[in-house]
Structures are given as structure tokens and as C-alpha cells.
């Protein structure tokens, strides 16, 4: 599917994300489940730009640390850590693997990397070959810097969501804006992630997105009410019950407690039921629960973050959100906090 326009998304993917030079080595991956029509348009797009590509196609392994043991490690690690770049589109993921840790160790000597793990021709096209990206990668950062800022953040939807939290002084933001400089990690763009005082988070969450794992697109609406950041009751018929029972299967109290949350702004971003696509849906906010990830809490040291047994993502759609008092979203719009960031939402087309 969309064999012309794939090439043109991947070729601004490498051109306006990647910034890729003339003579650059890029590391393209993927397993026996990923789609070969994005990962060889890749390839074609880094050709066009005069760079060096090179596909490094594996046996769909286990995903994360449990794919350690199927993976050929060394060759892995040696290859593509001798890259100037690597786009990773397994869907069993190498991120967060033992290859991956020792790709990103030195992190003033590394390939600079983009996340699209199982990304196919269709969400590469819908949301990057129309994308501006230097004005959504601006945008990105003037919310990012304007959320980071703040010290308390009330969330609420339409359909009852209510909840309030302080940020944690001094710990980093994800910011996926669409920029991938050198050494730097960047998820798929159009996201920005944090996780606030955990302790403070207080109210209710509701989601009528997606719940993924293990559920995929909800029923209905499910409510979680959550007392200082630990759920302490799950509503909302058949897709509650079988969220909570999933969740107790751990036998993980970590499982309970929220991991972080993250505004989506991926202009063309649509709920398609595929989770990396999904959070970004704009004016979303994605709640994520169990285990929290080292890049999510910055200031607890060591690379671990907060260890739970598995994680689960879950979206609200049309959001409205307060940055101490000052309001930002209204029902999934940007009506703040400045009229520049508001014209720079419009000009995205949103
Ligand atoms: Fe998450």
C-alpha cells in the first residue's frame, strides 16, 4: 500500500527529522513481522540523500529484555552501533533490550535514534508527508517548556476526567519534537511525556481511547479513580473488569500505581487501534500505569527507573487542561498559554 508516497514520508523523515548527510551511515531495523515496504523506502530515501543504508533484518524475537535470548546480540550491537544513525522498525522491540543498552551506553558516542516500531506505510504517510516540522517541532517545545514550568496541572474531559498533580522539580520531559539531533533518542513525533509527583496525583482518570495492553479500543468509557497516584477502583462494565483482573495477574502493586502521563499533538494522528499512533491523537492525554521507565524519572539515579512487572497506556480524548490556573486545552483545542503558541496550533491545522 501507497508504494509512491511512502518514499516521500521517509524521505523527510531522514531529510527533516534525521537531518541525514551526504555519506552518513544509517542503521535500519526490523524483525520478520515489521512492514518491508516502510523499511525499504527507507532505505531508497536514504539513497536519494546521498547516505548509506543498511537493513539489519532479524527473526521476530520475544519483545524487550525476555528477546535477549533469541536476538544475535554482538553482531547487533557492533553493527549498529558503528552507524551515524538507526531507525528501529521492529514490532518485537529491540528498545529497552540488553542490544539496546549497550547501543545507547555512552551517550556522547552513540547513533542517534528514532522509535517507529511497527510503523507501516499508512501511519508514516497520514502523519509525516504533510507534516511541517519545523513548526511542530517549535510548538512541541513551547509546550513542553510551558508544562515543564508549571507546579500544578489540573486535567479534566467531558466525560467526568478530573484529576489534578504537582510536576516534580528538576525531573526531565520526553519531547517528541520531531528532531532527532546527535546521540539523541526521540520517540515517534508528536508527543510530550513526563511523570509529575507520583504521590500527588489525585482524582479520576477517564479513558475512552485506547487501553493497551491488554484491551485495545474500549467499549466504553472506563473510569479509574486514583488516590495519591495509586488506582484504588476501576469502573466501566466488561472492559473494567478484565483491565483489573489483568492488572491483579501481575500480583504487582506497581501495576496500580500511575507511571506518567503525555499530551498527544500529532496533527494528522488518528485513534487506528495501533498504540503509537493512538496516544498522539491531538489534545489526548495518555495515562500510563506499572512499570516507569529511567528515562521518565530523571532524578532517581541508575538506569531503571521504577520497576513494575509489565505497563499499560491509556488515552483520553479531548482533554482540557490548567497549567496553574491558566488554561491551555479546551476539549482537545490549544487556547493557551500565549497567542503564539495558540496561531502556531492553527497554522498545524488544528
Ligand atoms: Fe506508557
Not at 523506502?41 to 532479524?58: N, S, W
Not at 551506553?105 to 516500531?117: A, F, G, S
Request: charged content about 25%.
Amino acid at each position: 500500500m501507497y508504494e509512491f508516497e511512502t518514499v516521500n514520508a521517509c524521505l523527510i523523515l531522514l531529510r527533516d527529522m534525521f537531518r541525514l548527510q551526504e555519506g552518513e551511515s544509517i542503521a535500519i531495523t526490523c524483525d520478520t513481522e515489521s512492514s518491508m515496504e516502510a523499511v525499504e523506502a527507507t532505505a531508497q530515501a536514504a539513497v536519494i540523500l546521498g547516505a548509506k543504508p543498511v537493513i539489519f533484518k532479524i527473526a521476530a524475537p520475544a519483545g524487550g529484555k525476555a528477546g535477549d535470548k533469541d536476538m544475535p546480540m554482538e553482531p547487533l550491537i557492533q553493527g549498529i552501533k558503528s552507524c551515524d544513525a538507526w531507525v528501529e522498525f521492529n514490532t518485537k522491540l529491540i528498545f529497552y533490550s540488553t542490544v539496546y543498552d549497550k547501543i545507547i551506553e555512552d551517550p556522547n558516542n552513540r547513533p542517534r535514534y528514532m522509535n517507529q516500531n511497527g510503523v507501516t506505510p499508512e501511519v508514516l504517510v497520514r502523519n509525516i508527508s504533510k507534516l511541517d516540522n519545523n513548526l511542530l517541532n517549535k510548538f512541541i517545545t513551547a509546550m513542553a517548556d510551558c508544562t515543564k514550568n508549571a507546579k500544578h496541572i489540573r486535567v479534566t474531559s467531558e466525560r467526568g476526567m478530573d484529576i489534578e498533580f504537582d510536576n516534580e522539580p528538576g525531573r526531565e520531559f520526553l519531547v517528541a519534537d520531531g528532531i532527532v539531533e546527535k546521540n539523541e533518542i526521540e520517540m515517534f513525533p508528536g508527543q510530550i511525556s513526563w511523570a509529575p509527583n507520583f504521590e500527588s496525583i489525585n482524582g479520576t482518570i477517564i479513558v475512552d481511547g485506547t487501553l493497551s495492553p491488554p484491551l485495545g479500543a474500549v467499549k466504553g468509557p472506563v473510569k479509574f479513580t486514583v488516590k495519591k497516584g495509586e488506582i484504588v477502583k476501576i469502573e466501566g462494565g466488561i472492559d473494567a473488569v478484565e483491565f483489573e483482573a489483568w492488572l491483579k495477574s501481575f500480583n504487582d502493586p506497581q501495576m496500580f500505581k500511575v507511571a506518567h502521563l503525555a499530551y498527544g499533538f500529532a496533527p494528522y494522528a488518528k485513534l487506528s487501534g495501533y498504540i503509537v499512533e493512538d496516544e498522539r491523537v491531538w489534545g489526548c492525554t495518555e495515562w500510563g500505569f506499572g512499570n516507569v521507565g529511567g528515562m521518565l524519572v530523571s532524578d532517581i539515579p541508575g538506569e531503571q527507573g521504577i520497576p513494575g512487572a509489565s505497563h499499560s497506556d491509556g488515552i483520553c480524548l479531548n482533554c482540557s487542561v490548567w497549567l496553574d490556573g491558566v488554561q491551555v486545552l479546551d476539549k482537545g483545542v490549544v487556547v493557551g498559554p500565549t497567542p503564539e503558541v495558540v496561531q502556531m496550533a492553527r497554522a498545524l491545522g488544528k
